[in-house]
Structure formats: C-alpha cells, structure tokens
C-alpha cells in the first residue's frame, strides 16, 4: 500500500511524522503502534530518496 503526500511541505510532513509518534506512544496495541512507527520508517525512507536540495549563496548554486 502506498500513500501519496501532495501539496504539503517539509513541515508538514514533519507534523504528520510527529503526530504518527505520539500515535505510536499513547496506542494500546502493540500492533498499531507497530504500524505507525513503520509508516513513520517508511516516511523517512521515501525523503531520503530525494536528492539533497541545492543551495544558493550569493547567487551561487552548488
């Protein structure tokens, strides 16, 4: 199963990473917090595929 995150930014990514931790923490199943913190591994596992962003200095990228 997949999930498509559109339209959100970096901070909001992170807001949903963070809710699905603090879902993890307070579930009473093992399963369910099992699952959140897998979509949470599989969050990061699909930013780290991104290359990294480039910066600008002074007009200069690199």
Known sequence: MAAQLTGLGLDDIAGVVECLLIGADVATS???AARRRSLVDGIGDALDAFP????IVEGVAW
């Open 30 to 32: 093992v399963e369910l």
């Open 52 to 55: 990294a962003p480039r910066r």
